[in-house]
């Protein structure tokens, strides 16, 4: 990730937290370990670090819950496999990564893996 990149995702997130309360994906990130991880992330596109997020419980029944829905997000993750891919991440790495950074290697397992 260059300098052009890093700054447009902190201006981006800087700017979801001043909407309101609602929790972003940074926000989220930054304190993955003590969520329940029965719960599943669900986030409106398109995400990136600022993206907003709703935890939920999944429906037995399948699709959205209703918080998630009246948010216009949809399925991102279960919390226990986002603790998965940023654990096992972590470990391959010299060095710990930036909160941004392990957004976006969540987003790339979202898209591409999960």
Same mark, same amino acid.
């Given at each position: 990730?260059?300098?052009?990149?890093?700054?447009?995702?902190?201006?981006?997130?800087?700017?979801? #937290?001043?909407?309101?309360? #609602?929790?972003?994906?940074?926000?989220?990130?930054?304190?993955?370990?003590?969520?329940?991880?029965?719960?599943?992330?669900?986030?409106? #596109? @398109?995400?990136?670090?600022?993206?907003?997020?709703?935890?939920?419980?999944?429906?037995?029944?399948?699709?959205? @819950?209703?918080?998630?829905? +009246?948010?216009?997000?949809?399925?991102?993750?279960?919390?226990?496999?986002?603790?998965?891919?940023? +654990?096992?991440?972590?470990?391959?790495?010299? +060095?710990? @990564?930036?909160?941004?950074?392990?957004?976006? #290697?969540?987003?790339?397992?979202?898209?591409?893996?999960?």
């Amino acid at each position: 990730m260059n300098q052009e990149q890093r700054i447009l995702i902190l201006m981006t997130t800087t700017e979801m #937290r001043r909407k309101g309360n #609602r929790m972003t994906l940074y926000d989220l990130v930054n304190s993955l370990t003590s969520v329940d991880e029965d719960k599943t992330i669900y986030a409106k #596109r @398109p995400w990136q670090p600022g993206t907003a997020v709703v935890v939920a419980t999944e429906l037995d029944e399948g699709g959205v @819950p209703d918080e998630a829905a +009246k948010a216009g997000a949809e399925y991102f993750l279960e919390v226990f496999l986002a603790n998965d891919v940023l +654990k096992g991440w972590l470990s391959s790495l010299d +060095k710990e @990564p930036t909160i941004e950074e392990k957004c976006l #290697r969540l987003i790339k397992y979202a898209e591409e893996d999960a």
